[in-house]
């Protein structure tokens, strides 16, 4: 096992820790019951039937050998269950496992389940305690720290939902051995998000990682104990950023536009958002999606000369390094401007954009002040470019 590097969350109302390590799904029990300041009690294990067949049994006899009552309840797997009617299913679970205020779910998998298991724990009874144990990768930097839970409905993704906080979050790098190469991918584009606004040195040490172990051999690096601590400690790291900046702003304050405003994590989202949507959220991941929009956003940003070229294609030659992204073949500018109105819509009629003005610089600007030629063409070039192929 490798080391565990602890991060504690500065907000003292409800601090918590995020455990990384390789094996750590073994010892579960008791890092459960530190994480709830307590041994026993009932939980329900939420997870799906993919990661669950993986995983879930070293984590339930964890769980039960530390003395938890264990009842498991297994949502189907993908984006599209990630709704209000399956978060019933859960609540109904919760319910009939008997969970009482004092007691704890936990989410077994990737986003999907984490964001689903939050908010069905925010609701029931008001709110119990959850415990994240993310099993991609995008999870284990991202969407398990911050509190932002939710579900998708017809008017939009991710509309519905609370900001509450887990009781802990368990990573165990080596689960990432059986994940497919596209999530892999998908987990490095918000990594490497994370590195541009972070600034140069958190950028370097993906890169560097990525020269020194090429990411199509990323299960069999996992290995090498040295791969699963560098990868552990480089998780740690995206971790430590992001708890950072949710501890500035942890509701996501519609005021705050400055660099430190928990918007700036939607660098490269507002390209991503418009190419998830206009092909109906099934040509791309998430991710994925988000690898052209840093690309994208940093285009632009050198064309409005926020920042330099030496930017742009130091980002190129990132993004190179995670793999091939899906073609952006036969998708029409006029759509995607089209979808990026919708997604005006959803905050009150004034797009914000984050720019950049270097490594480490984000800026929030209001798509007002971007004037829309340099935006069209910029977009309308950068689709023709295809730079993902
Ligand atoms: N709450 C937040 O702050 C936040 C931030 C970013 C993203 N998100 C959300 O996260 C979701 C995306 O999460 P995701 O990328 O983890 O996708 P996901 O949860 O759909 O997982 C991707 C796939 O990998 C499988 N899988 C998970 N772990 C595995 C493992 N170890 N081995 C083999 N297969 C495994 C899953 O079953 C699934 O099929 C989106 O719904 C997005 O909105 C939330
Ligand atoms: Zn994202």
Redesign the pocket.
Known sequence: MSKIVKIKINRPASSYRISVGSGTLASAGTWAQNALKKGGGKIVVVS????FK??GEQCESSLLQAGFTVTTFLMK???VH?SLRTAESALKAFSEAGLTRTDAVVAL???????LV?FAAAMYLRGVAFLQI??????MI?????????V?SAFG??LI?AFHQPSGVLIDVS??????SR?VT??FC?MIKHGVIAGKPLLKRTDELLEKYPIAEFAEHLENRNFRSEISNLIASNVEFKAEVVAGDEFESAEKIDARSRKI?NFGHTLAHALEKVTNYRHF???EAVGYGILFAAELSKSLALCDTKVVNLLYDVVHRIGTLPSLAGIDATEVIEAFRFDKKNISGSLQMVLLKGLGRPVIVSQRDIPTKAFHTNLENFLQKRPGA
């Open positions: 799906n039937p993919t990661v993986l995983y797997d993908g984006e990630k998998g990737g986003g999907v389940v984490g964001d939050g993310p099993t991609t990768l995008l999870a991202d969407s398990s720290v911050g509190g932002k839970t939710g998708n993704k991710n939902g689960t990432l051995a059986t994940l497919p999530e998908a987990g918000e994590l991941k998430h991710g």
